[in-house]
């Protein structure tokens, strides 16, 4: 199983910007992505990326976040712009998707990581 390592989380004002990172172990995954879960909140798919560098983003974040991938080094990153207080989560990557790579109609992913935490103050 692949070892999955987030990292960049911290807390930031409201309007600032972050730029997580994802390290994956092992050999190049097909499909990765990000979620994240707030304080009694279901967790929520933001973003994922084929290994053809095909992205799909949910909706509700997708004028203010931005994910990318480099391949050769089996990192994926989420640039987070434009943060709001309720963008306050932890942050996860995943990775290995059941289903089809895309944000509304996966199924699920194999591998997660331990999580990034990010803090938006107003």
């Known amino acids: 199983q692949v070892q999955l390592a987030e990292s960049g989380g911290d807390s930031v004002q409201s309007g600032g910007s972050l730029k997580l990172s994802c390290a994956a172990s092992?050999?190049?995954?097909?499909?990765m992505g990000w979620f994240r879960q707030a304080p009694g909140k279901n967790r929520e798919v933001l973003a994922l990326s084929g290994v053809d560098y095909t992205t799909s983003v949910t909706d509700s974040v997708k004028d203010r976040f931005t994910i990318s991938r480099d391949s050769f080094n089996n990192i994926l990153y989420l640039q987070m712009n434009s943060l709001k207080p309720n963008d306050t989560a932890m942050y996860y990557c995943?990775?290995?998707?059941?289903?089809?790579?895309?944000?509304?109609?996966?199924?699920?992913?194999?591998?997660w990581g331990q999580g990034t935490q990010v803090t938006v103050s107003s």
């Open positions: 995943a990775a290995d998707v059941i289903g089809v790579c895309d944000t509304a109609n996966y199924l699920g992913f194999l591998s």
């Open positions: 092992g050999s190049r995954r097909t499909c």
